[in-house]
């Protein structure tokens, strides 16, 4: 993990730091093929070197959440697209365990947009 990755993830209060950590992990294991990088300050996950999705904190509430770049192809209750025309949001609850199911099904989800071309890649 980079310097300033490391960081960010450290410098986060307990249970948010916990949680961010365990949503990285749910990430980088979902495909083989997702890397990570920072962008804007913010942990950054890319696809096949396009960006996927970032991990990010509310600025009210301080709740982390999975910012999905193409989640405005994407269908999920869990999903919410505030005043965003592309990208939606999963948030999550830091106190409480991870909706591991409905967290794969989104990620699942946006990877095929990839995966069948609905959004192209490199290589």
Not at 1 to 20: A, G, N, R
Not at 26 to 34: M, N, P, R, S, T
Not at 101 to 123: E, F, H, N, S
């Amino acid at each position: 993990m980079q310097q300033e990755l490391h960081h960010y993830y450290l410098d986060q209060q307990e249970p948010v730091k916990s949680c961010l950590l365990a949503l990285r992990s749910v990430i980088l294991a979902a495909d083989g093929h997702i890397t990570e990088t920072q962008k804007y300050g913010m942990p950054c996950f890319c696809y096949r070197k396009k960006m996927f999705c970032y991990l990010w904190t509310d600025k009210k509430t301080k709740e982390p959440y999975i910012l999905m770049v193409e989640g405005d192809h994407l269908h999920h209750p869990r999903l919410e697209a505030g005043d965003r025309k592309r990208m939606k949001v999963f948030r999550v609850d830091p106190e409480g365990d991870l909706p591991l199911p409905a967290i794969q099904d989104v990620l699942q989800a946006g990877l095929d947009l990839y995966r069948t071309g609905a959004i192209p890649v490199k290589g």
